[in-house]
């Protein structure tokens, strides 16, 4: 699986980078707002310091404006992802982007037909967005799963990207359906090393080598 970082704050995406764990990063507007940064400046930085897809999104709502934010988006580096929203407009865009040999990442899936319609378009990715779906107490894990089969059942080869990841159990379920990428915040992808019995184990090992007397270096 791999592990997009859903952020566009650099030392965040710096720290798990050097650990090797990112295969990509995914912003959008609401996160570039966050970073307080310019949208061209920061997906320059990312993008030459990951070397895996960086999605960078579009604002504009109509299919001819969304093209043309999007081309000026894709000369930013050649690992970009033009990311569009799931409407006909950004189907529309993510058909001649991607036509163009452009990566695109159909995002705010909500529903498995939008999957499949961002599918035929074209898509590179598919962002269903697990957490805003169990917000409102409908299923998340069900559209990954209902994904995944539809893709599989026609050979799509449009990555799912599971998106809205709020937990480290979003993060398990995803891999356990077959995401074939999640994207999650830094601290998600961090609290997915911890375990109770990890720390307790390392206490007491701590606690009987101090009674050894020994030192290994
Ligand atoms: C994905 O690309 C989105 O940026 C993100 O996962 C949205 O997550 P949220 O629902 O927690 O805002």
């Given at each position: 699986?791999?592990?997009f970082?859903d952020?566009?704050?650099?030392?965040q995406?710096?720290?798990?980078?050097?650990l090797?764990?990112v295969?990509?990063?995914?912003?959008?507007?609401?996160l570039?707002?966050?970073?307080g940064?310019?949208?061209l400046e920061?997906?320059k930085?990312?993008?030459e310091?990951?070397d895996?897809p960086?999605s960078?999104?579009?604002?504009?709502l109509e299919?001819d404006?969304?093209?043309?934010e999007?081309?000026?988006?894709?000369k930013?580096a050649?690992?970009?992802a033009?990311?569009v929203?799931l409407?006909w407009?950004?189907?529309k865009?993510c058909?001649v982007?991607s036509?163009?040999?452009?990566?695109?990442?159909?995002?705010?899936?909500?529903?498995a037909?939008?999957?499949?319609?961002a599918?035929k378009a074209?898509a590179?990715?598919?962002?269903?967005?697990i957490?805003?779906?169990d917000?409102?107490?409908?299923?998340?894990?069900e559209?990954i799963?209902?994904?995944?089969q539809i893709?599989d059942?026609?050979?799509?080869?449009?990555?799912?990207?599971?998106a809205?990841?709020?937990?480290?159990?979003h993060a398990?379920q995803?891999?356990?359906?077959?995401?074939?990428v999640m994207?999650a915040?830094?601290?998600?992808?961090?609290?997915?090393a911890?375990?109770?019995?990890t720390d307790a184990g390392?206490?007491t090992f701590?606690?009987?080598?101090?009674?050894?007397?020994q030192?290994?270096?």
């Open positions: 699986m791999k592990f970082v952020t566009a704050e650099v030392d995406i710096a720290e798990l980078n050097d090797g764990m295969d990509g990063v995914t912003t959008n507007p609401s570039i707002l966050k970073s940064r310019d949208i920061v997906t930085e990312i993008a310091m990951v895996g960086v960078a999104e579009v604002v504009a299919a404006a969304m093209i043309e999007g081309r000026k988006l894709a930013i050649d690992n970009i033009v990311k929203p409407t407009a950004g189907l865009a058909n982007l036509g163009e040999g452009n990566m695109v990442n159909v995002t705010l899936c909500f529903s037909n939008q999957a499949l319609l599918a074209g590179t990715f598919i962002s269903p967005f957490g805003r779906l917000d409102i107490n409908l299923d998340g894990m559209l799963s209902d994904i995944r893709y059942n026609y050979g799509y080869d449009t990555q799912i990207l599971a809205s990841i709020r937990t480290v159990n398990y995803a891999a356990m359906i077959g995401a074939d994207t915040p830094p601290g998600v992808i961090k609290k997915m911890e375990h109770p019995l390392l206490a701590m606690k009987d080598w101090a009674k050894t007397g030192k290994i270096v």
